[in-house]
């Protein structure tokens, strides 16, 4: 009796400190996302994109997306609709799939030719922490200073873009 009332609480130990610890990362990664993270994510073209390829003053927004989901196209598709409403934003599309479906996404979807437009892959799935991802589609909107004015989980009318876009210059 004494031994499973031992292994209980180490088990209830364990997990609190579990909690512990994934709060204060959740923390800090909230502090690191206040401002666009150091991060490193690769081009189609095998290139290492990093924060120090983004353009001084530009807003930026970080498209998190799958090439399967039919939100994330629609949303692409949203955006190079309406691409002129986002001249001098840099679009930066990151997923952790697989390069040929990446590729296939990005054309399908118009991407290739926009502007601005970065198609990045995320091999080691790093961007779900440093960011905090927690679904697709996920966007984070940072304004001209590289603040962090939004982020958002699911599909996201390119009015709310636009708003935080004038919102936070």
């Known amino acids: ?43 189609l073209d095998n290139w290492r994109y990093t924060q120090n390829d983004l353009p001084a003053s530009k ?10 989901c039919h939100l994330c196209s629609d949303e692409a598709q949203e955006i190079r609709k309406n691409y002129t409403r986002f001249e001098g934003v840099e ?9 040929d479906s990446v590729s296939v996404f990005a054309a399908r979807n118009g991407l290739n030719d926009l502007p601005g437009t970065h198609i990045l892959l ?11 991802v927690t679904g697709i589609p996920g966007m984070f909107i940072y304004n001209s200073r590289h603040e962090l004015m939004r982020e958002y989980v699911g599909a996201v009318k390119t009015e709310a873009i636009e708003f935080y876009l004038k919102d936070g210059q």
């Open 122 to 132: 995320d091999s080691s799935g790093i961007h779900k922490t440093i960011f905090d």
């Open 91 to 99: 679009f930066l599309w990151v997923s952790d799939q697989n390069r």
């Open 59 to 68: 807003p930026v927004i970080f498209c998190f997306f799958s090439p399967g």
């Open 1 to 43: 009796k004494n031994i499973l009332l031992a292994v209980i609480l180490v088990f209830i130990a364990i997990m609190a400190l579990l909690i512990i610890f994934k709060i204060q990362s959740k923390k800090r990664y909230e502090v690191l996302r206040k401002t666009i993270p150091d991060f490193e994510f690769v081009t």
